[in-house]
């Protein structure tokens, strides 16, 4: 099982300001087979990134995916008030899904 | 634009079988190349991968469920199911259904639903 480590678990910031969220791989994800998903109170998680890098359909450019192997970075630019919500990274990379632990992003 | 609702009971007792439906609208199960899963989410943690069933019945489950879980699919109808045995309280959570491509991320999921394991 790939194990998933995010962080930080909290982060406090501003509006306007920028988040970097961390997603550490137990091994390699195989062709960087990483996603992430923003979910909001009362809502189902929401995609916003495949293969690491790749925004999905009618994601804003102020979300950016990187990394590679097993460490890949969320950068949210200019951080806008429908931002501030719990975010997960997933792998796919192995036919067992598995899900980091989330970090939360709060209004500071 | 495929839809997916989940139903089902939101109160189970304790060494019984949870069971949900989740019915695909706007689109359909039998849809080549998809996986359809359940997914879980005990409140206020994270999420938790339960398993998977293509169109042609194939499973895959998560190896911490695979002794207890059952998730098949209904063609005729235009749905999938999850059944998990001899539930306890460690299984209360948010469950949703989700679907996905082979070597690909979740693109859709359902609401929710939420189950309580109580006497």
């Known amino acids: 099982e790939i194990v998933l480590t995010q962080s930080p678990g909290t982060l406090s910031l501003s509006p306007g300001e920028r988040a970097i969220l961390s997603c550490r791989a137990s091994q390699s994800i195989s062709s960087n087979y990483l996603a992430w998903y923003q979910q909001k109170p009362g809502q189902a998680p929401w995609l916003l990134i495949y293969a690491a890098s790749f925004r999905a359909t009618g994601i804003p450019d102020r979300f950016t995916g990187s990394g590679s192997g097993a460490d890949f970075t969320l950068t949210i630019n200019r951080l806008e008030p429908e931002d501030f919500a719990v975010y997960y990274c997933?792998?796919?990379?192995?036919?067992?899904?598995?899900f980091g632990g989330g970090t939360k992003v709060e209004i500071k | 634009q495929v839809q997916l609702q989940e139903s089902g009971p939101g109160l189970v007792k304790p060494s019984q079988t949870l069971s949900l439906t989740c019915t695909v609208s706007?689109?359909?199960?039998?849809?080549?190349?998809?996986?359809w899963s359940w997914i879980r989410q005990p409140a206020g943690k994270g999420l938790e991968w339960i398993g998977r069933v293509s169109m042609s019945g194939s499973t895959n489950y998560n190896p911490s469920l695979k002794s207890r879980v059952t998730i098949s699919v209904d063609t005729s109808k235009n749905l999938f199911s999850l059944k998990l045995s001899s539930v306890t309280a460690a299984d209360t959570a948010l469950y949703y259904c989700?679907?996905?491509?082979?070597?690909?991320?979740?693109?859709?999921w359902g609401q929710g639903t939420i189950v309580t394991v109580s006497s």
């Open positions: 989700a679907r996905y491509r082979y070597a690909d991320a979740i693109d859709i």
């Open positions: 706007g689109g359909s199960v039998s849809s080549g190349s998809y996986y």
């Open positions: 997933q792998q796919y990379g192995s036919s067992l899904l598995t």
